[in-house]
């Protein structure tokens, strides 16, 4: 299946802190989606992108839609102790209907 | 808003039996898939469903059958259950291209 690198891992953050993780792929995605997953609990979608080039902002994350289809990034400034999770980036392909999943980036923030 | 709703939210079977999760969505969604979750291992995609009437293999489909019972619900089987097929399992639901939406998952433990 298509795989998507996903970077970093893991993060250890400060309170205050900004956080920037990136997705890559090997193949154009037509949509590129940004989730955050507290224990427990599903997937909640925060950021969806459907142009290259595009910015998107939802309070303090931005992503962006690299400019070669092939990968996206998600920014989140001045970090919260309630930002802690695991986020996960996804890709949809030009043809057909699937999504694709990154191994996800693990948050911790010390506050 | 219920959105996606799965059930059981927890399960434990014994190797070799048999059960299904249950999965229905509010959203008028055309587009269905089911996903497991294994610690590192990201999102993988085990079924999924584009319209009413139709299902696809995704990346691990082996001991797997699923039933698109109509558009607002999509159901997996495990007709012999294996330890193996331990897992967080999510459904989730699109309008075919954009956004993915989660239920909160189903947690199943095999013996």
């Known amino acids: 299946g298509q795989q998507l690198n996903q970077s970093p891992q893991s993060m250890f953050i400060q309170e205050g802190e900004d956080v920037s993780m990136n997705c890559t792929s090997s193949s154009i995605f037509n949509t590129w989606l940004w989730y955050k997953q507290e224990p427990g609990e599903g997937p909640v979608l925060l950021i969806a992108?459907?142009?290259?080039?595009e910015l998107t902002s939802n309070g303090r994350l931005t992503a962006q839609f690299g400019i070669t289809r092939k990968d996206s990034f998600l920014n989140i400034s001045a970090s919260i102790p309630s930002d802690v999770g695991i986020y996960f980036c996804?890709?949809?392909?030009?043809?057909?209907?699937?999504?694709?999943f990154g191994t996800g980036t693990s948050l911790t923030v010390i506050p | 808003n219920a959105g996606v709703t799965q059930t059981p939210k927890f399960q434990v079977l014994k190797t070799g039996q048999s059960m299904t999760l249950q999965c229905a969505q509010d959203m008028n969604h055309n587009s269905m898939y089911w996903y497991r979750q294994d610690p590192g291992m990201g999102l993988r995609l085990i079924y999924y469903s584009a319209s009413e009437g139709t299902t696809d293999k995704g990346e691990v489909p082996n001991g797997y059958n699923v039933s698109r019972l109509n558009k607002r619900e999509f159901s997996l089987r495990l007709e012999s259950a294996a330890p193996s097929q331990t897992s967080v399992y999510f459904c989730?639901?699109?309008?075919?291209?954009?956004?993915?939406?989660f239920g909160e998952g189903s947690r199943l433990t095999v013996l």
């Open positions: 989730a639901s699109s309008k075919n291209t954009g956004e993915l939406f």
């Open positions: 996804a890709g949809q392909p030009n043809t057909g209907n699937q999504f694709y």
């Open positions: 992108l459907y142009k290259a080039g």
